[in-house]
């Protein structure tokens, strides 16, 4: 059977990591695939480094409408990133009747209902394996693996510049805004991070795991997003001395103890127990913790990024796609694990409204009483302390750090407590929270 034919819209990192392993394991992908599968048509703007990449094996042109209106592609993969340009591109390919694989999360995350829609219209396939957690297969764990659960909850470190930053603030002791400058100069962080450490990267991945785990739409516009820019070394010592880690989470969580249920879907710094595997991710790497009813735990790990664990993870899309050809567009897997018409509208809670346990941190006047007002705060809020640590103070010194764990609570009645401590006169600075999760 001759290759199916694939037109690539970008050839950058993912791009030119494709279109290598793509050539490299030919024959294997062509044995598991059932045909070959050809990168025949290339579109960038910046044409010389894309024949640079791919000589003469395909045409290059700047104009991917090209790609798009030839009839001899069968697959678009969309590299471009970004919801500008690429929505356009993504909608037209799907006109034309072409399969689309995408690594684009922000483009899915927040338009994926009417890419979804549009495609099943047409009958083509959206994929996009590498949208989430890079060469890590999850969308295949969750859409497939998992299929026969009632997923309970999803906890990922799914952006790996992060990590990298608080593996680096927790090894060296050292404050954000240091480690970011240094990751900038190793080439971690790009140049403008701010999706990134803002959290908005994490949100657009867990955002499209809660639609394929929880079967609701792409909703990121009620996502919690909370990056680690205001996180401080203090912080990350004190969570050590009681026994946890501080990591970026993306959570998706479905609350059953709601009569009219409810979804979490939220990122945040969190406070992990040191003894769980995901609080032992370090450095760009990334893992996702996956509770299902049936199967229990199961825990993924592996580059979030990169040239050939994404171009992996692409490739793995390719190979679906050229084995679903031919099927029954109805007997395919649904984008989002569900058929369109069994999707549920359960809300996606408020963040008042989740349940999680928290850290904070209160600079105190070291004097007799403030430990009672505080604790006598929570409790009338019927808020259950987990530990108190209280920093010792040096000769003379008239304030403390006063460190406290929490039991699980709501959110809203937390901030309320919180109203109440802040407005204590020994009270001398805005008390820092942080969100812990026990994951087990
Ligand atoms: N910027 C992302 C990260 C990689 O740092 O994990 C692509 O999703």
Redesign the pocket.
């Known amino acids: 059977m001759k290759a199916i034919k694939v037109g690539l819209l970008g050839i950058g990192t993912v791009g030119s990591g494709t279109f290598n392993v793509l050539r490299r394991n030919q024959d294997v992908i062509r044995g598991r695939a059932g045909r070959g599968i050809e990168i025949a048509m290339v579109a960038d703007l910046n044409t010389e480094r894309a024949r640079e990449i791919v000589g003469d094996a395909a045409v290059v042109v700047s104009d991917a409408r090209e790609v798009i209106a030839n009839p001899e592609i069968d697959i678009v993969v969309e590299l471009i990133g970004g919801y500008g340009i690429a929505k356009a591109l993504v909608l037209e390919a799907i006109a034309a009747g072409k399969h689309v694989v995408t ?1 684009n ?1 922000a483009l899915l995350a927040v338009h994926g209902t009417e890419i979804f829609a549009a495609a099943h219209a047409k009958g083509v396939i959206v994929a996009f394996e590498a ?1 989430v ?2 060469g890590i297969p999850i969308i295949k764990a969750l859409r497939e693996g998992l299929t026969a659960n009632r997923i309970e909850w999803i906890a990922g470190i ?7 930053i608080l593996s680096e603030m927790r090894g060296k002791g050292l404050d954000f805004g240091v480690v970011l400058k240094e990751a900038q100069r190793l080439g ?3 140049a403008d ?1 701010t ?2 450490i803002e959290g908005v ?2 949100a657009h ?1 867990a955002t499209i795991m809660s639609a394929i785990a929880f079967g609701i739409p792409v909703q990121f516009d009620k996502a919690h997003v909370e990056g680690i820019t205001k996180l401080q070394a203090a912080d990350i010592k004190y969570a050590e001395q009681l026994g946890y880690r501080i990591k970026l989470l993306g959570i998706a969580r479905r609350r059953s103890d709601l009569p009219n249920g409810g979804i979490e879907l939220r990122v945040h710094p969190t406070l992990i127990p040191t003894q769980r595997l995901i609080a032992n991710v370090e450095g ?1 790497m ?1 893992a996702v913790v996956v509770q299902g009813d049936a199967v229990g735990t199961t825990l993924y790990y592996g580059k ?2 990169g040239s050939e664990p ?1 171009a992996s993870a692409v490739i793995a899309d390719l190979v679906d796609i050229t084995r679903l050809h031919t099927a029954d567009p109805d007997h395919r897997v649904p984008h989002l694990a569900f058929q369109p018409d069994a999707m549920n509208d359960t809300p996606i809670l408020a963040m008042d409204d989740v349940v999680t346990a928290f850290y904070l941190r209160l600079c105190v006047a070291d004097q007799a009483g403030v430990l009672s007002s505080i604790t006598t705060i929570l409790a009338e809020n019927d808020i259950s302390i987990d530990a108190v640590l209280q920093r010792e103070s040096a000769e003379g010194e008239k304030q403390t750090d006063l460190i406290i764990l929490t039991h699980d609570t709501v959110e809203g009645r937390m901030n309320k407590a919180l109203s109440q401590m802040q407005a204590l006169p020994t009270v001398l600075a805005p008390i820092v929270k942080l969100r812990k999760e026990e994951l087990a």
């Open positions: 690594a999360k949208a957690a890079g799914i952006n790996g510049t992060t990590n990298f971690y962080a790009e991070p999706f990134d990267d994490a991945k760009a990334n979030g990024a994404t």
